[in-house]
């Protein structure tokens, strides 16, 4: 038995309900993307690889637009591990049929890294109603070679991280990489961070189905949250360049440069010393040092995180 769309539709966005109240965009954003989207809201599968789930918990922070706004008035969530009530043969035959259904309408999102090693056997997602059992790398390229867009979110979907660093036992790559070695030449945007900021989840989605694919830099991210170093643009620069420095973690020393606790902010391009996180709240630098994670070669690259680089 295969679950019809709408119900798909039903069983995901139940589960997410409830939250938020719109801060960070123009609460006017949602109407707008109900308007961009009639008469059918875009299709969109979101399939999670080796990883640890955060990029999910992360865009369910998302404010506003909220996250229940967003799956129940914007987009048509097919299918998405943590939400999803559905699982095993309905969930594998419904990626499938969406992909088939809607190919080249439909957007895949990718979380986690994807396992290459043992023909991807270190990730399986589920057998469908034939007996067939998937990996996720399957899985990957069914999806990937269909859609019209992919966006791989967080570390692991862009540049392998955790899963895929020093060591990486399972053959972890990212799935721009893996689509590549494939010979698929569907466009695919890179959401880094670890986690990404909800905003740069739900911004780009929003560019993506109203404008298309937004301008990239080298390592496939958006400009428009990428594009900014943010040691140029930090608030505590003024005390970098008077040699003011917080030595430890401990020290009561706030107002100066977190340079020698280890702070990756001068290889870092990201917004968020003005975006912030928590709504707004506040940020990584100001509780303690910024480790670089919106960077595609992170952690490889920015370890140890400790140690000063200025
Ligand atoms: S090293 Fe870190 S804390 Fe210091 S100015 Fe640069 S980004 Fe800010
Ligand atoms: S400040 Fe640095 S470590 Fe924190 S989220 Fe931004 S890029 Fe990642």
């Known amino acids: 038995m295969s679950l019809k769309r709408r119900d798909f539709v039903k069983l995901c966005s139940g589960t997410v309900a409830g939250f938020g109240i719109s801060q960070m965009f123009h609460p006017g954003l949602v109407k707008a993307l109900e308007a961009a989207t009639e008469p059918g809201r875009p299709p969109v599968v979101w399939m999670q690889g080796n990883g640890c789930t955060g990029c999910s918990v992360s865009i369910l922070n998302s404010v506003n637009p909220s996250i229940a706004d967003v799956v129940l008035k914007v987009i048509s969530l097919e299918c998405q591990e943590t939400l999803s009530v559905a699982e095993g043969s309905v969930a594998v035959d419904h990626m499938l049929e969406v992909a088939e259904k809607f190919k080249g309408k439909f957007y895949y999102i990718s979380e986690g890294a994807l396992p290459t090693a043992e023909n991807g056997a270190f990730c399986t997602i589920g057998v469908d109603s034939k007996g067939k059992e ?23 979907a862009t540049g392998g991280g955790i899963p895929g660093s020093k060591g990486n036992v399972t053959g972890c790559v990212p799935l721009h990489k893996y689509l590549e070695s494939q010979g698929i030449k569907t466009p695919v945007i890179n959401i880094t961070g670890c986690p990404p900021h909800p905003d740069w989840m739900i911004g780009t989605l929003v560019h993506v189905l109203t404008k298309g694919v937004p301008e990239l830099d080298a390592q496939g991210r958006p400009k428009m949250f990428f594009g900014k170093n943010i040691h140029d643009n930090c608030p505590y620069l003024p005390y970098f360049e008077k040699n003011v420095r917080q030595k430890t973690f401990t020290e009561k020393k706030t107002e100066a440069c977190r340079a020698d606790m280890g702070c990756k902010g001068p290889l870092t391009g990201a917004d968020c010393f003005s975006r912030k996180w928590n709504n707004g709240t506040n940020w990584c630098v100001e509780n303690a040092i910024c480790i670089g994670c919106a960077e595609i070669d992170w952690p490889d690259a920015f370890s140890p995180l400790y140690s000063p680089v200025v």
């Open 134 to 156: 998937y990996t996720v790398l399957e899985m990957a390229k069914i999806l990937g070679a269909n859609a019209a867009a992919c966006v791989a979110v967080g570390a692991c």
